[in-house]
């Protein structure tokens, strides 16, 4: 097949939608499909083998941490000359809606795919809180012709299916179990993270930071427990803010990490703790488990879809401090701490990237089939 993916991000970024990208189209490439990327242009112009075509980036005021592609006809034209057997608009929001526009004008089977739950996004940005209906609408638009529209998780799809989108699927998740190993921990980066203090027990936040993730609920639960650091690696517009909210706690702030520095920043601390409410999965869940760490999250749909209570993490009530206490205890009990943290490897042994990567490949037939035929809601 040759694959058009038309996204809001890739590399050099850092995320799960890129990460997510890049083992599907090693998948594809591998098994001899062709793949144009068409990305905002950060430089990069091939991956191993797949063209990326950049279109030129735009950064917000606010938000200067990351840059963004506007709609643009050169969508269109690319796409045009690649004649493609599908077109994959990831996450539709600006640049990708150019690819909904071009697979309709093109008649070419359409793919979209919803990674980033902006609705959810708005309840934390109280000045925008009040467009919410007018964003579903606009999520609606985006997905309406789409011959697949997928989802990352059971609940975004009951979600999805309740804002009326049609048309709905589920791809797996994947996570890397070679890379993201128990293998990896690693003395000189527990030193570190801890900020000088290894015999403190060490959780780790791995991501974007940004306030929708909730990072800052954590504080009252270093103000309590003197015996807990946090390592926070990634890079975000609510850095500095939180920077400022931990000054004092021993908070270890690394910046984004890659490669086997990650892997050891996983395994060398004793918890993954993850108190977002608003993600549509949160692979870096997986990549926690795959680390061998007991996963520490707050409940919501996507995190009970992945975390059993006490048998590969422990869940807690967001905006409770007892709930959040109790679940860290788990790392005391030293019994119940290695039984979860064997459990969640397991767990991660069961998500392979190839089954993830060849079930995408699969919902690509699906459109050219349904397009082929015509649709039928």
Do not use: C
Request: no cysteine.
């Amino acid at each position: 097949m040759k694959i058009a993916i038309v996204t809001e991000t890739f590399l050099p970024s850092t995320d799960g939608i890129v990460t997510r990208l890049k083992k599907a189209i090693d998948y594809f490439l591998d098994e001899g499909h062709e793949v144009l990327v068409i990305a905002p242009d950060l430089g990069v112009r091939d991956y191993k083998g797949a063209k990326v075509i950049g279109v030129k980036p735009v950064t917000f005021p606010f938000y200067r941490y990351r840059k963004w592609g506007f709609p643009s006809r050169k969508v269109h034209r690319e796409l045009k000359k690649f004649d493609p057997d599908v077109v994959h608009a990831v996450n539709p929001l600006l640049l990708a809606t150019s690819a909904v526009i071009a697979a309709q004008k093109l008649d070419v089977p359409l793919v979209s795919s919803y990674h980033t739950h902006l609705p959810k996004y708005l309840d934390f940005y109280s000045v925008y809180k009040p467009l919410k209906p007018l964003l579903w609408w606009y999520i609606r638009r985006q997905h309406k012709n789409a011959d697949v529209n997928l989802v990352t998780s059971q609940s975004m799809y009951d979600e999805l299916d309740r804002e009326g989108v049609k048309r709905l699927s589920i791809i797996p998740r994947g996570v890397d179990i070679e890379k993201r190993h128990p293998k990896f921990q690693d003395a000189k980066m527990r030193e570190y993270l801890t900020g000088g203090r290894p015999d403190n027990k060490l959780l780790v936040f791995i991501g974007r930071l940004a306030i929708e993730k909730e990072i800052h609920k954590l504080l009252p639960m270093l103000e309590t427990r003197s015996d807990i650091s946090l390592a926070i690696v990634g890079d975000g517009p609510a850095r500095k803010e939180l920077e400022r909210t931990f000054a004092g706690t021993g908070t270890v702030f690394t910046g984004f990490l890659h490669g086997e520095e990650l892997s050891k920043a996983y395994a060398s601390s004793d918890a993954f703790i993850f108190p977002s409410i608003s993600e549509t999965l949160g692979l870096v869940i997986l990549e926690g488990m795959a680390s061998g760490l007991p996963v520490i999250a707050a409940k919501s749909g996507p995190t009970l879809e992945q975390v059993t209570h006490g048998e590969n993490g422990m869940l807690f009530e967001n905006e409770n401090l007892d709930s959040l206490l109790e679940a860290v205890e788990m790392i005391d009990d030293e019994e119940k701490f290695n039984r979860i943290r064997k459990e969640a490897r397991e767990e991660a042994l069961k998500y392979s990237w190839e089954n993830a990567s060849k079930r995408l490949l699969d919902y690509y037939k699906d459109a050219r089939d349904r397009h082929s035929v015509g649709r039928s809601d």
